[in-house]
């Protein structure tokens, strides 16, 4: 019998099924108090005992609607089924954890759907206001219902540029260097503190455009494709594929003016 292809429409149901539950124990949990505050990369990069929970939760849900899946989350790394699997699901449980934990309304549950090592399907859930945005490959991109396209800003001096900062200082440092090179050159910046979240306001075109260097695979994986279906090319610089180095969403008429400027200010390199 040969092996029916997921669907991407089926696993965005089950997606945002699975985000929205988790959503509503991330807020539960925050306005409990944050508990359980650790420390990962730096003495800045935070975990909270919600980020864990909101894990284990959604890895345990998968695995009852989907138990030969694998899944790659934040927190616990690969959970890997005895089989090879052709789904893996990318999640980062809280998305924006320096926000969760001083209060601010932008943290959000990141959950995307790869099959054969693409993304085919994504939801990215504010945790805080319940804004919702989804996507699947070739079906475009939502919010709450509506259809969205980007900004249709074609100026790159007119336009709001949002980024965001790693937890190394040395990488701090050379991230400051690359915006005050770039500040003259835009209308203005905005830093945000969850890149998910970034990618999905410009894909609505709330801001203009977005880069940010030092992004993990769950960063950028559901919010990635949001940005894409609604029309933003999303890519690294020079050519080369989103990853570590680099991560930039912006509409077409945006693209190579940001791509230049990053380029010409080496965004994609130092620390």
Known sequence: M????????????????????????????RLAGVSGLATKSTATDVVT???????RQVVAALRELRPDDAVLGEEYGDAVPAAPARVRWILDPIDGTVNYLYGLPNYAVSLA???DGRVVAGVVRNAATGAEWTATVGGGAFRDGERLH???????????VATGFGYDAARRVHQARVLV??????RDIRRFGAAALDLCLAAEGQV???????????DHAAGGLVAAEAG???????????????????????FSALQE?????DAAGGP
Not at 9 to 27: D, H, Y
Not at 150 to 160: E, H, M, R, Y
Not at 235 to 252: E, F, N, R, S, T
């Open 2 to 29: 040969t092996e029916q292809e997921p669907d991407p429409a089926e696993l965005m149901k089950i997606a945002v099924e699975v985000a929205r539950e988790a959503a509503r124990t991330a807020s539960e949990m």
């Open 261 to 265: 400027q990053l380029i010409r200010l």
């Open 113 to 115: 759907a790869e099959v």
């Open 181 to 186: 090179g770039l500040m003259p050159k835009v």
């Open 208 to 218: 203009d455009a977005y880069y940010e260097k030092g992004l993990n695979l769950w």
């Open 150 to 160: 980007g900004s249709a800003q074609t100026d790159l001096a007119q336009s709001l």
């Open 232 to 254: 933003l090319l999303v890519a690294g610089l020079a050519a080369a594929p989103v990853g570590p180095d680099m991560v930039v969403a912006a509409p077409p008429a945006l």
């Open 49 to 55: 005992a919600a980020d864990r929970a909101v894990e």
